[in-house]
């Protein structure tokens, strides 16, 4: 088929329209394994420095699109920005991770809470958007995001990362009314923090559900599918038609992502523990797939990757519907060149399968 303009391509993939070839961002692309991001985060002092400083936010944004041929740029932030507006007094620290000095364990503390003002509270998330905008210039469109009320209360209740989720579980068991207030203050948070983000300029919008898949298929739906699918419905009521397109990823969703793709999002983000060919079979006829590359498979030597790159594509097979990423985040040691490379590979090799 004729060539399809780059500035298009991911836009119309999650729309499931013809395109020229598969569509590539990659999560985290903005981020430690880029040498100039690093000297970017030196100059600002810490990570949050750097979250809230439009300027130096924008400029890191727009590294990996300077570098790499990718399809999409996201948004440099992070998913703590809300409960950060909050008050409950996030750090981010090198080889520790994001602390909250205050975390919400009380029904009182929860019932404190409310959702903080997008333009106000988090004008320098905005400020970065229109940034971003404008020094693109419509070369690719970007992406918004925000965390899943779920993931944003893990966090949020914990205090910090965790690996067992006690201290949420035993909210969300012991105090289902308790956590469910939680979540609804996260989601109208969420509603508000993406229609400034679209209003700002965001061309798309991913919603991360790290860790809902913590949860059992009944949780699941209580504590973190319901809120996201409240969080479509209220940009569909806040936008309408201007309402961007939506990615859900929730990380080991795979065994449900038939009720992920009823929420009305466009596009479903794939782990890489998921066969993307039986999802497509599941689910593909109605929304847009993302993914799947295992990100450890760019430690590989160079025909592994491209040799994955094949089989993902042939796994999906011919048409629109596919935005190539990883199945997960990107990590920071990966080497740069290896990043080129999947690019590269995924825009030429896809080629035939949208003739």
């Known amino acids: 088929m004729e060539s399809t303009n780059k500035s298009e391509r991911f836009l119309r993939a999650l729309q499931r ?23 970017t985060r030196a100059k600002a002092g810490d990570f949050l420095k750097l979250c809230k400083t439009p300027e130096l936010a924008c400029e890191v944004t727009l590294q990996p699109i300077q570098r790499f041929d990718l399809d999409a740029a996201i948004l440099f932030s992070d998913i703590l920005t809300i409960p950060d507006a909050m008050g409950l007094g996030l750090t981010v620290d090198e080889g520790v991770g994001p ?6 364990r009380s029904k009182d503390a929860v019932y404190r809470l409310s959702a903080p003002d997008p333009e106000a509270d988090l004008g320098y998330v905005m400020e970065t958007v229109r940034l971003v905008r404008s020094e693109l210039d419509g070369r690719v469109p970007l992406i918004g995001f925000a965390g899943s009320p779920w993931t944003l209360a893990t966090y949020m209740v914990e205090g910090q990362s965790s690996k067992d989720f006690s201290v949420v579980k035993t909210m969300m068991f012991d105090q289902p009314e308790t956590a469910h207030r939680l979540l609804q203050t996260l989601a109208q948070s969420v509603i508000s923090y993406l229609t400034a983000q679209a209003n700002a300029g965001a061309q798309a919008l991913m919603i991360f559900d790290t860790w809902g898949g913590v949860l ?49 999002c466009e596009g479903v983000g794939l782990d890489w523990t998921v066969d993307i060919k039986q999802a497509r079979r599941r689910i593909g006829d109605r929304v847009c797939l993302q993914g799947n590359m295992d990100p450890n498979l760019l430690y590989a030597r160079e025909h592994r990757i491209i040799e994955e790159v094949e089989i993902i594509l042939q796994q999906y097979g011919s048409g629109s519907g596919h ?13 740069h060149a290896r990043v080129k490379l999947l690019v590269d590979v995924v825009h030429e090799l896809s080629m035939p399968y949208h003739k």
Do not use: C
């Not at 973190?224 to 397109?245: N, V, W």
């Not at 939506?246 to 793709?261: D, M, N, P, R, Y």
């Not at 935005?323 to 080497?335: A, E, Q, R, S, Y």
């Open 17 to 39: 329209k013809p395109i020229d070839r598969t569509p590539i961002w990659i999560m985290r692309q903005a981020g430690r394994y880029l040498p100039e991001y690093r000297a």
């Open 216 to 264: 059992t298929r009944r949780d699941y739906d209580a504590f973190s599918l319901s809120y996201m699918s409240q969080i479509i419905a209220g940009l569909d009521d806040q936008l309408k038609e201007a309402r961007p397109p939506i990615i859900l990823f929730t990380k080991g969703g795979g065994q449900w992502l038939e009720s992920t793709a009823a929420t009305g």
């Open 99 to 104: 602390r909250f000095a205050n975390p919400v």
């Open 323 to 335: 935005v190539f990423n990883l199945g997960h985040g990107i990590h920071p040691t990966i080497d």
